[in-house]
């Protein structure tokens, strides 16, 4: 309760519903880059056969969850 009593919003952040879905879009990000990051991990260390896909698919997921992340945050 003492929490709720003495938050204040951030009056160069007002709480709207765009601000929301930029924050929501910054999250999804968040998600793609830990997806992209297990993905590579997974790649590189348990396949057995080396192709080209599995150097390339998780860093690219990973590069385009940064991206999304911070497009969603930078416009929050």
């Known amino acids: 309760m003492r929490l709720a009593a003495t938050w204040t919003p951030n009056p ?26 297990t993905l590579t991990f997974a790649l590189w260390n348990v396949s057995d056969q ?7 698919l998780g860093p690219v997921i990973l590069v385009i969850g940064l991206a999304i992340a911070g497009w969603g945050f930078g416009l929050w």
């Open 50 to 56: 080396k192709k080209v896909g599995n150097y390339v």
């Open 12 to 37: 160069n952040h007002p709480a709207t519903w765009t601000g929301f879905f930029w924050a929501l879009l910054g999250v999804a990000g968040c998600l793609i880059v830990v997806i992209g990051a």
